[in-house]
């Protein structure tokens, strides 16, 4: 196994692999975290023929890289079970604050394709120090609001803008109609915001509690080493990658071009068995299988909406 931090950053991203490839000459690569390294670092992984499986990168752009880069997570899958949630709750229009990231424009506008009402985009820089404008701006929208959705890539962007919006009295007039992203539970989060995060309504995987026993017992011995910053399900994404490449290699060899055949084996008919269940790649290289479901945060735990 070798390591190299992309730093969740696109020149990072690029001189990472071109180390992995050219120094250590890798056939396999797990990772990246964020779309905005996997994009940059898949267009090198597909010049060289290198495979390259990243468990969490969901920005629509990660499918149009190339037939070596492979994904579990797709933002359109996600977006459709909001659009779904969106219009069962009588929603048209929709106020998103999106980090201007390939993760939150993609997913701003993948949302967008899904919902048939309106998507108001309202975009900041990942360094923003000041949410309370952002906030202001919803306040002082001339636009019918029906709903808030938040779209942020750090624990730190994502806490700002909660308690700018409870500033604004925001979070209390659109009870329950104020959405986040998988990225919005995590524990960081939670015991930074308090109570605040109470009522948010939330579509991500299905929680560990109702996945396999072997899921709920490797987040466990995850976290009995490591803090988790992230969401609990980002580390099972993680082993589930890891352990697909290694069979990949146990049954074709370390050979970019074999795993990846081992990778398109799996189909409707023909399923991987793994940590959330049976699932297969689509065409474009995105995991098919996957259960989106919609929850809302009650007494601090998520809680699937019926």
Same mark, same amino acid.
């Not at 120094?23 to 975290?33: A, E, F, L, N, T």
């Not at 109609?177 to 539970?185: D, I, L, M, P, Y």
């Not at 939670?190 to 996945?211: T, Y």
């Given at each position: ?8 950053d696109g020149k990072? #991203?690029s001189s ?5 490839i050219n120094v250590d000459?890798?056939q396999?690569?797990v990772?990246s975290?964020?779309s905005?390294a996997t994009i940059p670092?898949g267009?090198i992984?597909? /010049?060289?023929?290198i ?11 990660v ?13 359109a899958?996600?977006? =459709? =079970?909001?659009?779904?949630?969106l219009? @069962?709750q ?5 106020f &998103? ?5 390939d993760? #939150?424009?993609g997913?701003?506008?993948? %949302?967008?394709k ?5 998507v108001?985009q309202?975009?900041?820089q990942?360094d ?8 202001k701006?919803?306040v ?5 609001i ?5 779209i ?14 409870? @500033? /604004?009295g925001l979070?209390?007039?659109f ?5 986040g992203?998988e990225?919005s539970?995590?524990?960081?989060? =939670?015991q930074?915001?308090g109570?605040? %995060?109470?009522g948010?309504k !939330? ?12 899921? !709920?017992k *490797?987040?466990?011995?995850f976290a009995? @080493? +490591?803090? !988790?910053?992230s969401?609990p399900? +980002?580390?099972?994404l993680? &082993? ?5 490449v290694?069979d #990949?290699?146990k049954?074709? #060899?370390?050979?970019?071009t074999k795993?990846?055949?081992?990778l398109?084996?799996f189909?409707?008919?023909n399923p991987?068995?793994?940590?959330f269940g049976k ?6 290289r995105?995991?098919?299988? %996957?259960?989106? *479901?919609a929850?809302?945060? =009650? ?6 909406? @019926?």
């Amino acid at each position: 196994m070798v390591f190299e931090d992309d730093k969740c950053d696109g020149k990072d #991203g690029s001189s990472a692999i071109q180390k992995l490839i050219n120094v250590d000459q890798v056939q396999v690569v797990v990772g990246s975290i964020c779309s905005v390294a996997t994009i940059p670092a898949g267009k090198i992984a597909q /010049e060289n023929k290198i495979l390259m499986v990243s468990p969490t990168s969901s920005a629509p752009e990660v499918a149009q890289v190339g037939d070596y880069v492979y994904r579990f997570r797709n933002d359109a899958d996600v977006t =459709k =079970k909001l659009a779904e949630q969106l219009t @069962k709750q009588g929603i048209k229009t929709v106020f &998103a604050l999106v980090e201007n990231t390939d993760y #939150g424009v993609g997913y701003a506008n993948s %949302l967008a394709k899904s919902f048939s009402g309106t998507v108001i985009q309202e975009k900041f820089q990942s360094d923003e120090k000041d949410f309370d404008i952002l906030a202001k701006k919803i306040v002082n929208s001339t636009e019918p609001i029906d709903a808030i959705l938040f779209i942020g890539n750090s624990n730190g962007n994502i806490i700002s803008m909660i308690n700018a919006l409870d @500033k /604004e009295g925001l979070l209390k007039k659109f009870a329950g109609n104020v959405f986040g992203t998988e990225t919005s539970s995590t524990d960081v989060i =939670k015991q930074a915001v308090g109570n605040l %995060l109470e009522g948010v309504k !939330i579509v991500q995987l299905a929680n560990l509690e109702d996945l396999d026993a072997s899921a !709920i017992k *490797l987040s466990d011995e995850f976290a009995s @080493k +490591f803090e !988790i910053k992230s969401s609990p399900l +980002f580390a099972v994404l993680e &082993a589930e990658s890891l352990d697909l490449v290694l069979d #990949g290699i146990k049954a074709n #060899g370390y050979n970019a071009t074999k795993v990846k055949q081992y990778l398109d084996s799996f189909t409707a008919n023909n399923p991987r068995d793994g940590f959330f269940g049976k699932y297969y790649f689509s065409p474009e290289r995105s995991a098919v299988g %996957l259960n989106f *479901l919609a929850y809302q945060i =009650k007494n601090g735990k998520a809680v699937v909406e @019926k």
